[in-house]
């Protein structure tokens, strides 16, 4: 299991995602997500309705771009 203590956001993650996929929603998919795909220090979770990315990085886990489908 993924251990992380907050959940934050990325530059590149408000410059051009954030007015689309606001970011109170990601936290509620990521915290809420039964299994996230863990690759290197990224994590990935993909649905039929979303895709999110983010980066676990001492305890911090930065999301990085999140999309609709």
């Given at each position: 299991?993924?251990?992380y203590e907050k959940i934050e956001k990325t530059e590149h993650y408000k410059i051009c995602h954030e007015k689309d ?49």
């Amino acid at each position: 299991m993924t251990r992380y203590e907050k959940i934050e956001k990325t530059e590149h993650y408000k410059i051009c995602h954030e007015k689309d996929f606001p970011f109170e929603e990601v936290c509620r998919i990521v915290l809420s997500a039964k299994s996230l795909r863990k690759k290197e220090n990224k994590i990935v979770l993909i649905t039929d309705q979303y895709y999110i990315l983010c980066e676990l990085k001492e305890k911090i886990l930065y999301v990085i771009n999140a999309k609709r489908k």
